[in-house]
């Protein structure tokens, strides 16, 4: 029989390895988490980290769509873009639903995030994506500082050019306060699968929001991941499922 540590542990070494960009520390800590709950802890940032907020319909699906991004640390989501104090779910006034994305600036860029936020939406339809209609569901490009203004435009504008029949409704603005969301709406997309969740120790949701390999398997769930990484994973946890979790027959 194969202990269950060593299989997470040949799950997450399998995550670092095929450049998830998952820190080795950090699937060590999983495991013993698994092993022995009360040895929970937040990893210290080991880079300086840039973050990043965009609206592209409904969060659940916009934190999946950046989970899986190489260099894209930790996602959480959250409300912005309005003026309402506090808002929540279910009474969010004129902000939009958002992801926060952490990002490792040596990986990826704020260009390259503008070019995942266009590809995961369509920037085209007015207040909605899809069945979601509404305000809430509006596209925005949230910057920080005059370069992040300068880029953003610079793409909506390149997005623009490529049909000239419908116009682009992203809008494009400052970042103010970005409101976390309530924790049920934190990993929507794994939360789903509790075989992952199991597979991850079962963290609390205030570890889940801060776990890059929730964030990614977030994004897996959802079938968000670029092909090459859906595939990757995809194909070991089909691999511990015909394995099997180790049961304990007696002693
Ligand atoms: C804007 O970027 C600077 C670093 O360039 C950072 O210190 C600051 O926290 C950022 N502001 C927001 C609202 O993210």
Known sequence: ???????????????????????????????????DPS???????????????????????????????????RTSVGYAGGSKPNPEYRNLGDHAECVKVEYDPKIIQFKQLLDVFWASHDSRQVFGQGPDVGRQYRSIIFTNGTIEARLASFSKEREQAKSRHTIVTTEIQPLGIFYPAEPEHQKFEL????????????????????SSLAAKL??????????????KIGVKVDEILKNGWPVLKGF
């Open 1 to 35: 029989m194969i202990p269950a540590g060593s299989l997470l542990l040949s799950f997450l070494g399998f995550l670092a390895l095929f450049g998830c960009g998952l820190d080795p520390a950090l699937a060590l800590r999983i495991s013993d988490q698994v092993l």
């Open 39 to 73: 040895a929970r802890q937040h990893l210290p940032p080991t880079q300086p980290l840039r973050s990043a907020v965009f609206a592209l319909g409904s969060f659940w699906r916009s934190e999946a769509a950046f989970g899986c991004v190489p260099g894209v640390v």
């Open 191 to 210: 939360k789903r699968n509790k075989f992952l969740l199991q597979l991850m120790g079962n963290m609390p949701d205030e570890e889940l929001i801060s």
């Open 218 to 231: 977030n994004g897996y769930v959802a079938e968000l991941c670029p092909p090459n990484i859906q595939k």
